[in-house]
């Protein structure tokens, strides 16, 4: 192998004539230093745990409204649909059906209606379901942050005859209202009207002073 010889008072140009195997790179020619890695201080992890702070005690409580106020709106509709469903069912029937809130899927039980409800044929108008009585729908919910209470007409049950019209056991109109409230003080109501129509409507300060389960 021929090797490039280079007068030493000419290094620059030494440098590309001579083989790296010969003569390797000067120090200030090769890497660039390495980079000093620097920790993180007591400061910078205070600001952090302090800025995670306030993001929690200002965040958690947003979720859990938010929570709150889905949870009672999904109650209201669906207090309304299953209203909405059982008026048809009666029709459909020529035949008293009839909503009750429950704890057990089978029976009328409470007054609960945010714990869930079943709906029957009441063949013998007694709003409470017989063992021989077709169960038509069972519903059970655990709406944590929500309640849903009927007024006097309407606090056991919602019956509709076969043509339609809610009417008590005992032969009266059947309108009402349900009120449906979660930790805040607005609420959502449920009303039925003559013809067994429901609408749902929100109410400013409706909830206060609402007894809360």
Request: hydrophobic share 40%.
């Amino acid at each position: 192998m021929a090797f490039y010889r280079h007068n030493i008072n000419n290094t620059f140009f030494g440098i590309f004539l001579t083989p790296y195997s010969i003569h390797p790179p000067l120090p200030w020619f090769g890497a660039p230093p390495p980079t000093i890695s620097r920790g993180v201080t007591a400061l910078e992890i205070l600001i952090t745990l302090s800025i995670f702070a306030i993001l929690t005690v200002v965040g958690v409580p947003s979720v859990m409204s938010i929570v709150e106020r889905q949870q009672t709106y999904n109650l209201a509709h669906a207090l309304k649909d299953t209203m909405a469903r059982a008026r048809i069912e009666a029709m459909k029937r020529n035949q008293r059906v009839t909503v009750c809130p429950t704890l057990d899927g089978t029976t009328c039980l409470g007054e609960q209606w945010e714990k869930g409800w079943i709906m029957f044929e009441d063949n013998n108008s007694n709003a409470l379901r017989e063992e021989n009585e077709e169960l038509i729908d069972v519903q059970i919910h655990n709406f944590s942050a929500a309640t849903a209470k009927g007024n006097t007409p309407v606090k056991k049950y919602v019956s509709f005859l076969g043509d339609g019209r809610p009417q008590t056991i005992t032969g009266a109109l059947q309108m009402g209202t349900f009120t449906v409230c979660g930790k805040e003080e607005d609420a959502i109501h449920v009303v039925f009207s003559i013809s067994g129509n429901a609408r749902v409507e929100r109410v400013a300060l409706g909830c206060a002073g609402f007894a809360q389960k």
